[in-house]
């Protein structure tokens, strides 16, 4: 279990834009709103760049957060996205009461 940082200020309001649907954004932004920890090979690497679909979700407000991660076969470590449960459940109970 990784240590968690207190916020000393409040996040922003939670309003973030949805992308446009049938994109590669979006497909990560669904996969993220099930709790999956998403890395580029978990993403598929026959797809351009994870990194600028979590950016555009970034742009349009959604609090993805990331870190580095070791991964087998690889030199380095590579990003892992992923959204905080309380914005998912956020979602949820903004989808379920429309």
Same mark, same amino acid.
């Given at each position: 279990m990784q240590p968690t940082q207190f916020e000393l200020l409040a996040r922003?309001?939670?309003?973030?834009t949805w992308p446009a649907s049938n994109t590669l954004p979006a497909e990560a932004l669904a996969r993220l709103?099930? =709790?999956e920890r998403l890395t580029q090979p978990a993403f598929g690497t026959n797809r351009w760049r994870l990194a600028a679909y979590i950016k555009q979700l970034k742009?349009? =407000?959604w609090p993805v957060e990331a870190t580095l991660v070791r991964y087998p076969e690889r030199a380095y470590p590579i990003a892992q996205y992923w959204l905080p449960n309380d914005i998912i459940m956020k979602v949820r109970a903004l989808r379920s009461a429309a």
């Open positions: 922003p309001a939670f309003r973030p709103l099930t =709790g742009y349009l =407000g």
